[in-house]
C-alpha cells in the first residue's frame, strides 16, 4: 500500500497562485493513476484533476480547466497541483489520491475508484 502525505496549502488572495505537493512512501507512485480532490464546508467531495500513471494523459474539472495543471515526477515519487488564477471558490480542503486501476488515457474522474487518500491540505482563497 502507499501512503500519501499533502502540502502547501495556504491563505492566498483572489488572482494568486499555489502549488500542491503530495508525497508517497510506501509504494512506488508511478504504479497508480492520480487524483486530487476538493471539498468545501457543507459541500461534497467533488474531483479536481487526475493524471495517468506515465503522466501523458490528463483530466480536469470544467471549472478549473485552463487554470489548474496536474504534474507527476515519478523519480520523486511526487504528483502536484499546481492552481493559478484562484477564486474565492476554489476554497477547500484539497485531498490526493491514489489509484490502483488501470485506466489507460482516462485517469478517473469519480472518487470511489481511489484506493488510497492523503489527509488533506487547506487552501483559502480570499477575496
Known amino acids: 500500500q502507499v501512503q500519501l502525505v499533502e502540502s502547501g496549502g495556504g491563505l492566498v488572495q483572489a488572482g494568486g ?3 500542491l505537493s503530495c508525497a508517497a512512501s510506501g509504494d512506488t507512485l508511478k504504479n497508480y ?3 486530487w480532490f476538493r ?3 457543507g459541500n ?3 474531483f479536481v484533476a487526475a493524471i495517468s500513471r506515465s503522466g501523458d494523459f490528463r483530466n480536469y474539472a470544467d471549472s478549473v480547466k485552463g487554470r489548474f495543471t496536474i504534474s507527476r515526477d515519478n523519480a520523486k515519487n511526487t ?3 499546481q492552481m493559478d ?5 476554489d476554497t477547500a480542503v484539497y485531498s490526493c489520491a491514489a489509484d490502483r486501476r488501470y485506466w489507460e488515457t482516462n485517469p478517473s474522474k469519480n472518487p470511489g475508484t ?3 487518500w492523503g489527509q488533506g491540505t487547506q487552501v483559502t ?3
Open 114 to 116: 481511489y484506493d488510497y
Open 85 to 89: 488564477s484562484l477564486k474565492s471558490e
Open 44 to 46: 461534497a467531495r467533488t
Open 33 to 35: 493513476d492520480l487524483g
Open 17 to 19: 497562485s499555489l502549488r
Open 125 to 127: 482563497v480570499s477575496s
Open 39 to 41: 471539498q468545501a464546508p
Open 79 to 81: 504528483v502536484y497541483l
